[in-house]
């Protein structure tokens, strides 16, 4: 089957019927099924898969690949269906592979500060699973995602500043292939030289090379001191040169994160919350007590380089955790300040050094924008992301929001950036990969696709831009 091909009717009904014999009823073709698995969390439209295949071992999602392919029939891996570039959508029917039951933490090695999961725990399952070994693992993407779906968007968050990002955080993958064959890409060792690294090859794949069934991950010690603190300042400028300042002086901070004006007032009616409304910047420190006191007091005087003000620390970890978790159910904060609008999200990620200036180039280009706009961001990476509330029901608005985004992706790359940070590319960002990479590494990458998918069933339509 080629890439493109019509998928003959005949040949889902026969993957179906085979499904059935090997999964019995966990395999689906209920309409609430297959609705719940044919979008994800973004605007994109519903695109429903055929049946929908509840995996619960390798073994399993390696016959299930394999009738898929004896039928020619696409194959979408899903995690917890929290992307938000349609990553997830049947572009073209097939057959959705739900990976959320292989949920089990398979093996804990404290003593080589890694871990084992099945591909369905969640990040916070495992944090739950971790809380009496006196390790965590870092990487927190802003919603309950599966770690194999982290690992194949090559997620990050609010921690990837000091811990780095799924890309840093996955030791070895187990994979099925679109043959059905399993493969191991490494070893647990912290690195290796041996050959070429498969494990970074399926990082960010997004189900379109293979489908991830375990996964690897290092952990990390708690640290044994922790402190959070808020910062406002007097205009957007000041905060994020504040990031920068911070991030080129060397101070090892675990968060940064920058809330503008419109973000901090959503933020303080969602938490019940009284923080000044102007924009602000979130930090984290870890390390000794010492150590700890050290960073807070060096970010302080460099924020008051700044005019930061209200330097204010979240005492005691409830009031941190409330924090956070207010911090990371952003998303629907924002929301809530326009009732019945969709949040289109941007996730562009520069040089640090450029960072001030691309948020001055959105800012400028979208300051007569018809619908709120508000800036939230990882700047410390960064990496930000604009927010349009826009009423779905007005295409002018939705085609302002995507022409917005398009110019804000054109600058981040001139800049040297990249049009996503952190969420992937799914089908939304795949028109401009060849403008980010060039046509060579777009022809490697295609090149890939057909060594490891040469009849194009897995998650097809995502990531390489048709033609
Ligand atoms: C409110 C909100 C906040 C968010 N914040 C962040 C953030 O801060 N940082 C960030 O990085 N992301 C963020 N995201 C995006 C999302 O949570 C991540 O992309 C996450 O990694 C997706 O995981 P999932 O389990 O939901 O995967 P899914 O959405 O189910 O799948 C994502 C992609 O990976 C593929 N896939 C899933 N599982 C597997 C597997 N086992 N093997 C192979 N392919 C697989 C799918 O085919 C699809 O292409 C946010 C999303 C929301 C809704």
């Known amino acids: 089957m080629s890439a493109a091909a019509p998928l003959a009717p005949s040949a889902v009904e026969a993957a179906i019927a085979d499904l059935k014999v090997l999964l019995g009823e966990r395999c689906s073709t209920t309409q609430a099924d297959r609705e719940h698995h044919g979008r994800d969390e973004s605007p994109h439209p519903l695109c429903p898969p055929d049946a929908v295949a509840y995996a619960l071992s390798t073994d399993e999602v390696s016959a299930i690949v394999r009738i898929c392919r004896r039928h020619g029939v696409p194959l979408i891996a899903f995690g917890a269906g929290t992307s938000l570039e349609g990553h997830t959508s049947a572009l073209r029917g097939g057959v959705t592979v739900d990976l959320s039951r292989m949920n089990a933490v398979l093996s804990v090695r ?68 679109a043959d059905g064959r399993v493969l191991k890409t490494a070893n647990r060792a912290r690195k290796s030289s041996a050959g070429y690294d498969l494990t970074r090859l399926f990082v960010g794949s997004e189900g379109t090379l293979g489908i991830i069934t375990e996964v690897t991950l290092r952990l990390y010690g708690i640290p044994e001191a922790v402190s959070a603190s808020i910062c406002a300042f007097p205009d957007i400028e000041a905060a994020v040169d504040t990031a920068i300042a911070c991030i080129q002086s060397g101070v090892p901070v675990a968060r940064v994160e920058l809330l503008d004006t419109l973000a901090m007032t959503a933020f303080n009616r969602w938490s019940k919350s009284d923080h000044p409304e102007t924009p602000t910047l979130f930090f984290e420190f870890h390390g000794t007590p010492a150590g700890v006191a050290e960073q807070a007091a060096m970010v302080r005087e460099i924020a008051d380089g700044f005019g930061g003000s209200a330097f204010r620390f979240a005492e005691g970890a409830e009031a941190r955790n409330r924090l956070w978790e207010a911090r990371h159910n952003f998303h629907y904060a924002i929301q809530a300040m326009r009732p019945g609008a969709s949040a289109y999200g941007t996730d562009t990620c520069v040089p640090i ?27 410390g990476d960064g990496n930000f992301h604009m927010t349009f509330l826009v009423d779905p029901a007005n295409p002018e608005e939705v085609r302002l929001a995507e022409a917005y985004n398009e110019r804000l992706v054109r600058h981040a790359i001139a800049l040297g950036g990249t049009c996503t940070g952190e969420h992937g590319v799914g089908f939304g960002k795949s028109k401009f990969l060849r ?3 060039g046509d060579v590494a777009l022809d490697v990458m295609r090149l890939l696709k057909q060594a490891l998918d040469p009849e194009g069933i897995l998650n097809p339509g995502k990531i390489l831009p048709e033609g």
């Open 110 to 177: 404290p003593e080589d500060l890694d871990v084992t999961v099945q591909c369905g725990v969640t990040r916070q399952q495992l944090n739950t699973h971790l809380r009496d070994t006196g390790l965590f693992f870092p990487v927190d993407p802003g919603a309950h995602a599966t770690l194999g779906g982290m690992a194949a968007t090559r997620a990050s968050g609010t921690n990837a500043v000091r811990y780095g990002t799924m890309r840093e955080n996955v030791l070895s993958l187990t994979v099925v292939l």
């Open 435 to 437: 403008e980010e990479h």
């Open 353 to 379: 050094s450029r960072l001030a200036e691309c948020i001055r180039g959105v800012f400028e280009d979208t300051r007569n924008a018809p619908f709120p706009v508000s800036a939230l961001g990882h700047v």
